[in-house]
């Protein structure tokens, strides 16, 4: 009796570290996933620059339908337990985006329209348009990252 206690209790000591480095990966490369996403979004933004210089709007348009439909997914990029307080991971993601959900969810809309907004004003090959838009679609990144990006 006093064996199998024993071995109860080793096999539960061996399989906690199994079940816990197990979790910390899965969460670990939705944070990456999410940190490419968004250094690509970067990119594209600084690309639009060039693209609004050369005045390509099929480009323009291109990287706004990109940076749209990240900003549709973004959301699904931040579940539960992948703050700073859960993993050991470098994550620039504030703590509060999880007790502010709703705020969170809500700029990485503004995100979406602003993205789609300059779409739709490349797509009519509209010059004053699309600064206008560009401009607005930099503002909704920024929103975000002041609250919610350390
Ligand atoms: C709704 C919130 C939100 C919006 C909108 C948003 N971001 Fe971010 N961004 C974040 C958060 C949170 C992080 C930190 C992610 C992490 O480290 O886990 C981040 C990280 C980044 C990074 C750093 C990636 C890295 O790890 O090197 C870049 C670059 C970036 N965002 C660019 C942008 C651009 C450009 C836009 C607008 C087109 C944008 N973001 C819109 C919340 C947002």
Redesign the pocket.
């Known amino acids: 009796m006093k064996i199998y206690a024993t071995l109860l209790l080793s096999s539960a000591i061996l399989l906690s570290p199994i079940t816990m480095a197990k979790m910390a990966s899965a969460d670990e490369s939705v ?1 990456a996933e ?2 490419s996403n ?2 690509q ?2 990119m594209a ?1 600084r690309m639009m620059r060039g693209h609004i210089q050369a005045g390509d709007f099929e480009a323009i348009s291109a990287s706004a339908d990109a ?1 749209s439909n990240w ?1 549709q997914a ?1 959301p699904d990029f ?1 579940p539960q337990g992948t703050g700073p307080d859960d993993v050991s991971t ?5 703590q509060s ?1 999880w007790d502010r959900w709703d705020e ?1 969810t809500a ?2 809309n ?2 979406y329209d602003a ?1 789609m907004t300059l779409k739709v004003a490349a797509s009519n090959e509209d010059s004053g348009a699309v600064m206008e838009a560009m401009q607005n ?2 503002r ?2 920024g ?3 002041s609250p ?2 350390d």
């Open positions: 944070i999410r940190q968004f250094k979004t970067g933004m940076i900003a973004m931040f470098r994550t620039a993601a504030n985006i969170f700029l990485a503004d995100n993205a679609l930099g909704t990144c929103a975000c990252h919610f990006k």
